[in-house]
């Protein structure tokens, strides 16, 4: 069964691009470790992107380079969604950090749901759930949801890429936030 595009794929993809970063198709393997970096190192980056698919952000390989050995370089960093303020936050839920100032959504992978509205994702229909899995930044991984028709919108305004240096100098000020954006 081919699954539905995603509308604004080649917008969303060219933003994330013009960030020297690529997505990948990651669906039906369990993560992006092990024998299933054997399986992406085989793979192109994503031209479209597709409703019930998990995807991994990974910096655009050089020349020669796997897309194991460009991930690797990360320091399992880099993609976020960083708000000035709670009035950004345009339908976006999740459970970041304050850092610097900023709420701050730190991701390495994401997946595109279709209509759903079920009571697990609190009726969202056609969403964007990212998800860092990496208990060395934080103890819980970010999350962030965003409903589908403001991905671009949140994208084009907020979409970053945070480097090591910046995270460790953001570290000082860093506190857990909520769901509902409330700093336990």
């Known amino acids: 069964m081919r699954r539905k595009k995603f509308p604004q794929s080649t917008e969303l993809i060219e933003i994330i691009n013009a960030h020297g970063w690529s997505l990948y198709d990651t669906t039906g ?3 992006y470790v092990g024998n299933s970096w054997d399986i ?3 793979r192109r980056p994503v031209e479209e992107i ?5 995807y991994l952000f990974i910096p655009t390989p050089e020349e020669g380079q796997t897309p194991k050995d460009a991930y690797e370089t990360t320091n399992g960093l880099g993609p976020s969604i960083r708000l000035e303020s709670l009035d950004d936050r345009m339908d976006i839920r999740g459970d970041g950090v304050l ?3 900023k709420e701050t959504y ?3 992978e994401f997946y595109f749901s279709r209509d759903r509205g079920d009571n697990s994702r609190q009726g969202v229909k056609k ?3 990212t998800d860092l899995e990496n208990t060395e930044l934080i103890s819980r991984p970010h999350f962030i949801i965003i409903p589908s028709e403001n991905i671009i919108g949140v994208f084009e305004k907020y979409f970053g890429i945070m480097t090591s240096k910046e995270y460790q ?5 860093m506190q857990r936030l909520g769901i509902t954006g409330a700093i336990r």
């Not at 597709?50 to 998990?54: E, I, N, V």
């Open 50 to 54: 597709r409703f019930d698919r998990s």
């Open 127 to 129: 969403e964007i759930i």
């Open 40 to 42: 992406i190192n085989k």
């Open 99 to 101: 850092m610097n100032g």
């Open 169 to 173: 100098q953001g570290l000082p000020t």
């Open 106 to 108: 730190l991701f390495n």
């Open 29 to 31: 393997s369990r993560s």
